[in-house]
């Protein structure tokens, strides 16, 4: 693999993750399920042990919320090229509501190429305070 294709890669995942973040405030839900892989796993920050199974599941999951104002800001994002098909990433998060302080934590990625482009095989979200 070539510098300019790692760095390609990385470029194409962080992108993913700054989709995720922008869709998520603007609660389309669709969007957001569109980011996983068919097969994708999600586990929220505020519930890291329940994950969510397929982007179907992860719809309806986002779908079954009641409706709130977030900002997320994600910073800090290292992307590592696995192969020409998979990645890994980490990520800072911090998300802003209108109610209650901050949640400060992190997210851990696993990214996969698909027929569709790159997706989130694997999200998942943890709290730091």
């Known amino acids: 693999m070539t510098p300019d294709e790692r760095r390609t890669i990385e470029v194409d995942c962080a992108r993913l993750i700054a989709l995720y973040a922008n869709r998520n405030d603007a609660a389309d839900w669709a969007g957001v399920a569109a980011l996983y892989a068919a097969d994708g796993v999600m586990a929220r920050p505020t519930a890291p042990d329940a994950p969510v199974v397929g982007r179907a599941a992860i ?9 709130r104002k977030t900002r997320h800001v994600c910073s800090n994002v290292v992307i590592d090229v696995v192969s020409p098909t998979e990645a890994r990433g980490e990520s800072a998060m911090v998300l802003f509501q209108p109610e209650g302080a901050p949640l400060v934590g992190s997210f ?4 996969v190429l698909t027929a569709d482009g790159w997706r989130f095989a694997e999200r998942r979200g943890s709290l730091s305070w």
């Open 59 to 67: 719809l309806a999951a986002f779908q079954a919320r009641p409706p």
């Open 108 to 111: 851990h990625d696993r990214f």
